[in-house]
């Protein structure tokens, strides 16, 4: 079956401020977007590489893609969800892994893990526990929640083409903040396996630095 990786590029990197649209910006001398292409591109399992990216940023993303073999560029919308609908809708049947284009290291053992996992399952995401205390509030606290059900949820997330259209069209106009939740919504089976630090997402100007720092040891 085709495995397709669908590297969702088309956000503006409020958080982490600046220019340019950090996932265009280069990190340890190459761009954001294409660490993360490259560490998917490079898997056996997977087949092709796809990238979806906002209106008007063809000439960025080209320039940050250089001779990467992605295809066609896709063109994104306003929301996450709205990126990942337009990816779908523009690729082939199979397999599909879901990334963010801020989260520039990917094991390849963890799309090892996803791709052995979906043999059982309409879907499964890389997920880590919660080492810190979990608590509700804002300037006063109410309440501690059992981190030991909590679990964060990383990406790639791992889905059959045909259930996460459907779940997609399930889903209405809302804006979910990741695939495994509209799996979910639409009564399908997600399942989980170990993900990695090295997955972690590059939101902020303090993560862009660390990483960067990571690249220039060698510890990535
Ligand atoms: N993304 C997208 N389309 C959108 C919004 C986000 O493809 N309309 C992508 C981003 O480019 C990123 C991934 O989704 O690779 C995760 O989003 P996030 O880290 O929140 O990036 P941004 O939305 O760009 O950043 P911010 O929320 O700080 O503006
Ligand atoms: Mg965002």
């Not at 520039?104 to 880590?128: I, K, Q």
Request: proline share 4%; glycine share 10%.
């Amino acid at each position: 079956t085709q495995v397709t990786a669908l590297i969702v590029a088309a956000g503006s990197g409020t958080r982490m401020g600046g220019e340019t649209p950090k996932q265009y910006r280069p990190l340890a001398g190459k761009a954001l977007l294409a660490h993360a292409c490259e560490a998917l591109l490079s898997h056996p399992r997977i087949t092709a590489v796809r990238v979806v990216i906002g209106g008007g940023q063809e000439e960025l993303a080209r320039k940050a893609l250089g001779s990467l073999d992605v295809g066609e560029l896709i063109i994104g919308g306003r929301e996450r969800a709205d990126s990942v609908r337009a990816g779908l809708a523009a690729i082939d049947d199979g397999i599909v892994l879901v990334h963010d284009a801020a989260r520039p290291f990917c094991p390849p053992e963890v799309v090892d893990r996803l791709l052995d996992a979906l043999e059982s399952a309409d879907g499964a995401v890389p997920v880590l526990a919660v080492a810190d205390t979990l608590a509700k509030g804002d300037r006063e606290l109410r309440g501690t929640v059992n981190r030991n059900q909590m679990l964060r949820v990383q990406t790639p997330q791992a889905f059959h083409i045909e259930d996460l259209r459907f779940a997609y069209d399930e889903a209405g106009s809302g804006a979910p903040t990741d695939e495994s939740s509209v799996m979910q919504h639409a009564g399908l089976k997600v399942v989980t396996v170990a993900g990695d630090e090295d997955l972690h997402k590059l939101t902020t100007a303090r993560d862009w630095e660390r990483a960067e720092m990571m690249l220039q040891a060698r510890m990535i």
